[in-house]
């Protein structure tokens, strides 16, 4: 693509090339500053005009999630659910109950709800879009208009908006709306699952996203992030071409992760709850490599009870039951704050109580939690493999294998600290495997917030002195024949992935969307070339040097990541 037209960048979530015209989303209904007052006698009868359209709202969602497979109507289910809920219609109708009217009222309580909800941050906070979505539909209900949201357009077109409600996602049709880009949202959004699910390329949280007029030609690539506005003609209609031919290829894939010449590397799934891991059942995922069982509670107060847990858990395990499932226990703190394990305040959170070091200051919760495995895993016959997140030292290691293996489980550690990749040898003395969180090791090694943009570069994981580490926790693997995993975004990276093979990394685990780009560029090359490219690597300076060393060896098909 030439560089001259205007580019925009964003959070990829699904690969892939769109270009087309821009159409957004039709217009929501004006929300007003404050309410209109109502008269005593009037406000019983308002109460039931705004209880009549929420039920109206909820009950077409739910027909609407009858009809949609999948995550997606799970996620149309989940929203009815929202627009029903008792504590967000209570506060509407004692709102109408003090004199203002329904659509005032609506407002606030969703204000009240949506505030909570960013509090409360992470996925929680990602749902205050699903709740504004519903605030909309109600006060359209209400002013008697058509409901808010898409109208299918009649040409294949792009997408853009602010971001999007569930209920708008949920009925894309891929063949029309051929990429998705939002300025907000996260990679978990709905927005971001559904994209996912149906395989429309996306981006999220795209700066600049809202100037771009509607009818302008852009083209969107999910797989970098990029989004090119009015390209050339010819160059974007290449690009789309070339990812269509990519795409057909990739998909043919359908497992067991291998090489060309028949070297095993399983590919595996990154998952968060069974919703998820159902998703990653329909890819050809062996098993699961990353279960972030941390990312089930982020809303949670008090600790979940040993039966709640072992429900979600059991979920996952039977969704994947006689497969691989790699179950890592509590990652809280640091992005990820849990309310009953972690201090509220901490100047430093990224190198502050987080992961397996929870075990001291907040005593009991990894027993619990192990305990409700040990339960889920003999509910469902499942055999899971057990791995402690941000380990460092040798004796974190070991206790945690103690506890572990008194529970009839298989213990194994994240590799996502420096300080235990260079021990990863002593410390898989202990354990039965590793997994390596490049995400986390990155961050750690170049000294990065992985959260910052401007650093992007430092946490790159191709970074040689990252790679030089996940090569040593490899090395210490083979040598011991015990297996090492990578379950970071770096083996989410086709030509990386290979690169990893190369160092002797026994399974690559990555988000679903990316399991066959992955499997089918291992198929494409051979043991040796991901071997010579390894070596090639680790003698390189920097990122730039590193991928130009593995193209070199494994060549091939034009890089989406690069
Ligand atoms: C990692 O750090 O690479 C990892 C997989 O864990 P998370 O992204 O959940 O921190
Ligand atoms: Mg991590």
Same mark, same amino acid.
């Given at each position: ?29 004006v929300i007003p500053a404050e309410g209109t007052s109502i008269p005593d006698t009037a406000r019983e009868a308002e109460v039931g005009r705004f209880e009549d359209a929420a039920k109206a709202v909820a009950e077409r969602l739910r027909d609407r999630a009858s009809r949609t497979a999948g995550a997606a109507g799970e996620v149309l289910q989940a929203t009815a659910v929202l627009a029903e809920d008792r504590a967000w219609r209570g506060a509407a109708a004692t709102k109408i109950r003090s004199g203002t009217d329904a659509v005032g009222a609506t407002v606030a309580a969703t204000d009240r709800f949506a505030a909570l909800f960013e509090k409360m941050g992470g996925l929680q906070a990602e749902r205050v879009t699903d709740l504004r979505d519903i605030r909309d539909r109600v006060i359209a209900e209400l002013q008697g208009e058509p409901e808010p949201g898409l109208e299918m357009p009649g040409e294949p077109s792009v997408l853009l ?224 493999? &057990?791995? /402690?997140? *941000?380990?460092? %030292?040798?004796?974190?290691? $070991?206790?945690? +294998? ?6 009839? =489980? ?88 290979? &690169?990893? /093979?190369? *160092?002797?990394? %026994?399974?690559?685990?990555? $988000?679903?969307? +990316? ?6 560029? =291992? ?40």
């Open positions: 693509m030439e560089q001259s037209a205007l580019a925009l960048h964003g959070t990829p979530v699904v690969p892939g090339i769109g270009y087309g015209p821009v159409i957004r989303p039709v217009a929501r209904p908006a602010a971001d999007l409600a569930p209920a708008d996602t949920a009925g894309l049709d891929p063949s029309l709306i051929v990429a998705l880009a939002t300025s907000l949202g996260g990679p978990t959004s709905h927005t971001a699952i559904i994209a996912r699910q149906l395989g429309i390329p996306c981006v999220v949280a795209v700066a600049g996203l809202d100037d771009v007029p509607t009818g302008t030609a852009v083209l969107v690539d999910g797989a970098s992030g990029r989004i090119v506005i009015a390209p050339d003609g010819t160059q974007a209609a290449a690009e789309v071409e070339r990812d269509r031919v990519e795409r057909e290829r990739v998909a043919g894939w359908v497992g067991p992760g291998a090489t060309l010449d028949g070297h095993p590397v399983e590919i595996l799934a990154n998952v968060q709850d069974g919703a998820g891991a159902r998703a990653a059942r329909q890819t050809p995922a062996q098993g699961i490599g990353l279960f972030r069982t941390e990312l089930c509670f982020l809303d949670r107060d008090t600790e979940p009870t040993v039966v709640e847990q072992a429900d979600i858990y059991a979920e996952v395990f039977e969704t994947f039951a006689g497969r691989k499932v790699v179950l890592r226990t509590l990652d809280a703190g640091s992005d990820k704050p849990l309310r009953f394990a972690n201090h509220p305040e901490e100047a430093n959170p990224a190198l502050g109580v987080r992961g397996i070091r929870i075990t001291a200051s907040a005593p009991g919760v990894l027993d619990r939690q192990l305990d409700a495995v040990a339960e889920a895993a003999s509910r469902t016959g499942a055999h899971p493999w &057990v791995m /402690a997140p *941000m380990v460092a %030292t040798v004796s974190e290691a $070991a206790e945690f +294998a103690v506890k572990v293996r008194e529970r009839g =489980l298989s213990p194994g550690a994240m590799i996502e600290v420096p300080s235990a990749a260079l021990l990863a040898d002593r410390i898989l003395e202990h354990l039965d495997f590793l997994s390596i969180g490049t995400n986390d090791l990155a961050q750690y090694t170049m000294a990065a917030d992985r959260m910052s943009p401007q650093l992007a570069a430092l946490t790159d994981p191709w970074q040689p002195a990252v790679l030089d580490l996940v090569a040593c926790a490899a090395r210490a693997g083979a040598e011991v024949g015990k297996p090492v995993g990578v379950c970071g975004e770096a083996a989410a990276d086709p030509l990386l992935a290979c &690169v990893l /093979a190369g *160092m002797r990394v %026994t399974s690559l685990s990555c $988000a679903a969307s +990316a399991i066959t780009f992955v499997g089918a560029r =291992l198929a494409s090359v051979s043991i040796d070339q991901c071997r010579s490219a390894a070596e090639a690597v680790l003698q390189t300076a920097d990122p730039a040097a590193a991928r130009a060393a593995a193209l070199r060896y494994l060549g091939g098909p034009v890089e989406r990541n690069s």
